[in-house]
């Protein structure tokens, strides 16, 4: 029964503030590197931010400064704190969790089924 799952998307307007979860049942993923993924209409899917294990994170240039990503692994949870939201960060966002100390936009071990994020101006 592995799966991850996220909530806390909505409906935010511009420069306002939301905080996504990765809730992980099934497995400890303690060990595992996981990141947040985002796809909007019409583009690829494309990585926002990840964790590793030892809390090294990595941001894509166009969050930076105002996304921050974390992980409480007593609960098995990951977050993304995004601030001073933009309509283009408008997408569905899913979470990803990969074994291997990496994660990519297709061949993670595993995924969550997405939350949908939208940015008003």
């Known amino acids: 029964q592995v799966q991850l799952v996220e909530s806390g998307g909505g409906v935010v307007q511009a420069g306002g503030s939301l905080r996504l979860s990765c809730a992980a049942s099934?497995?400890?993923?303690?060990?595992?590197?996981m990141g947040w993924f985002r796809q909007a209409p019409g583009k690829q899917r494309e990585l926002v931010a990840s964790?590793?294990?030892?809390?090294?994170?990595y941001y894509a240039d166009s969050v930076k400064g105002r996304f921050t990503i974390s992980r409480d692994n007593a609960k098995n949870t990951m977050y993304l704190q995004m601030n001073s939201l933009k309509p283009e960060d408008t997408a569905v966002y899913y979470c990803?969790?990969?074994?291997?100390?990496?994660?990519?936009?297709?061949?993670?071990?595993?995924w969550g089924q997405g939350t949908q994020v939208t940015v008003s101006s």
């Open positions: 990803a969790a990969d074994r291997s100390g990496v994660v990519t936009t297709t061949r993670n071990d595993y």
């Open positions: 099934g497995r400890t993923f303690s060990t595992y590197t």
């Open positions: 964790i590793s294990s030892g809390r090294s994170t």
